[in-house]
Structure formats: structure tokens, C-alpha cells
């Protein structure tokens, strides 16, 4: 069974960004049906994402339930951050 993830760093995979607290960036809650199906616990209702501010100004979360995978898309219109 896979480890079970935390909502320690943006989802974003190119940010290492580290959550730190409530209210900096956007915290997602999507409900599931099949936790180990995402390496979750038997007993966990719910996935959750955590974007941080940056990301979640020009990126938006989808979680794609058919191959179980959390996906991050860069909003229509904006231009990549400059680094």
C-alpha cells in the first residue's frame, strides 16, 4: 500500500513551497470514494491539496477519480511566473 500523503508542500511538483499555516494559499477538500485507492487510510472521506499563493494565483487543482491522480492546470491567459 502507498504511503499516505500529506498536505506538507504545494501540489504544485515544480514548487517546494511548505505549508505552514491556514490562510496563506488554497487548501482544497475533494470526497472520495475508495481511499486506498489513493493511498489513504480505509477510514478518510476526503483528499486534500494544498496550492500556495503563488500557484494558486495563475494554477487550479483537478482530481482526475478515474486514474486517481491529483492534476495541476495553469489557468487560461496567464503566462508562466518568471523564476
Known amino acids: ?3 499516505t500523503p500529506e498536505v506538507s508542500t504545494c501540489a ?3 514548487c517546494n513551497a511548505p505549508f505552514l499555516r491556514l490562510g496563506e494559499g ?3 477538500v475533494f470526497s472520495i470514494d475508495d ?3 489513493w493511498g489513504l487510510p480505509e477510514n478518510a472521506k476526503q483528499k486534500a491539496v494544498w496550492l500556495c499563493a503563488q500557484c494558486s494565483a495563475s494554477m487550479y487543482v483537478h482530481l482526475d477519480r478515474r486514474h486517481r491522480v491529483v492534476r495541476i492546470i495553469r489557468k487560461v ?3 508562466p511566473e518568471a523564476a
Open 1 to 3: 500500500m502507498p504511503e
Open 12 to 14: 504544485n511538483p515544480n
Open 26 to 28: 488554497r487548501l482544497l
Open 35 to 37: 481511499p486506498s485507492a
Open 77 to 79: 491567459g496567464r503566462a
